[in-house]
């Protein structure tokens, strides 16, 4: 058939997955949260006195033991999640990181808000008087675009990274991007997924007053009913899903 392998040329195959989202930490763990229909969401101590004073969050999730003490401190908690997430994608794709060819592997991570909870730790202190004490890594935690570059770097990744920041959208459109490389002969292999981790006081109020959040403070765990008539807003929540998308 004229073009057939053409088309084929274009597939893509989804051979490893990483999640790290408030249902757990990896595929099975999500995959049991899910079938109990158990809510993640939860009366959060962090957002005590605000107008919405829950969310959901990544249970058990220790950064310096995942990553280690001396990468964890310098990322903020968005860039964390995803590279925990896109090492298990790694791994769940069965790949050996020793003996690809890493100029021809790619990643496209979506993020909308950056590193949210760093820039306002970081704007309190100079606020507060203490603008010698502000930190030099502000600005390289808090950047939306440095989420790929930092996941490029620890998989040892030297093909293209990019970060789309499209809002909700981000997920997707980095999926949609992955898949142009693969199909334009980019890439044979793209760590390609969505993080997020903007659970922090000024963020929260913000998208409160706008009035996006539910505020079903009497029972967190029915806020999130997206189709239902009287849904009321969003539950703020982080994570990171990443796959591994090959040619």
């Known amino acids: 058939m ?35 229909g158990v809510s993640a969401a939860a009366t959060d101590p962090e957002l005590a006195g605000l107008a ?3 969310s959901c969050r990544v249970p058990g999730f220790d950064a310096n033991a995942l990553l280690g003490r001396r990468t964890a401190w310098r990322l903020d908690r968005f860039v964390q999640l995803a590279i925990v997430a896109a090492r298990q994608a790694v791994a769940d ?10 100029t021809r592997v790619g990643v496209v991570i979506g993020n909308s808000l950056g590193g949210t909870a760093t820039a306002e730790a970081q704007h309190r202190t100079y606020y507060g008087g203490a603008p010698d004490e502000v930190s030099a890594l502000m600005i390289p935690m808090a950047m939306v675009n440095m989420v790929a570059g930092y996941v490029a770097m620890d998989l040892g990744v030297h093909g293209p990274s990019l970060v789309t920041a499209t809002a909700c959208a981000s997920g997707a ?45 009497d029972d967190p765990a029915a806020a999130s009913r997206p189709f239902a008539a009287d849904r009321d807003g ?12 090959e040619r």
Do not use: H, K, Q, Y
């Open 52 to 54: 919405v004073d829950f």
């Open 93 to 102: 794709a069965g790949l050996d990181r020793e003996t690809w060819d890493s």
């Open 234 to 245: 969003f539950v703020a929540a982080e994570g990171a899903g990443v796959l591994v998308l």
């Open 173 to 217: 459109s980095a999926l949609g991007v992955a898949r142009d490389w693969l199909a334009g002969g980019v890439c044979d292999i793209v760590v390609a997924g969505g993080t997020e981790s903007a659970i922090s006081p000024a963020t929260l109020t913000g998208l409160s007053r706008m009035g996006a959040l539910s505020a079903r403070r």
């Open 2 to 36: 004229p073009g057939s392998s053409a088309r084929a040329d274009r597939t893509v195959t989804i051979s490893g997955i990483g999640l790290v989202t408030p249902a757990g930490i990896g595929a099975e763990a999500n995959w049991e949260r899910i079938r109990s």
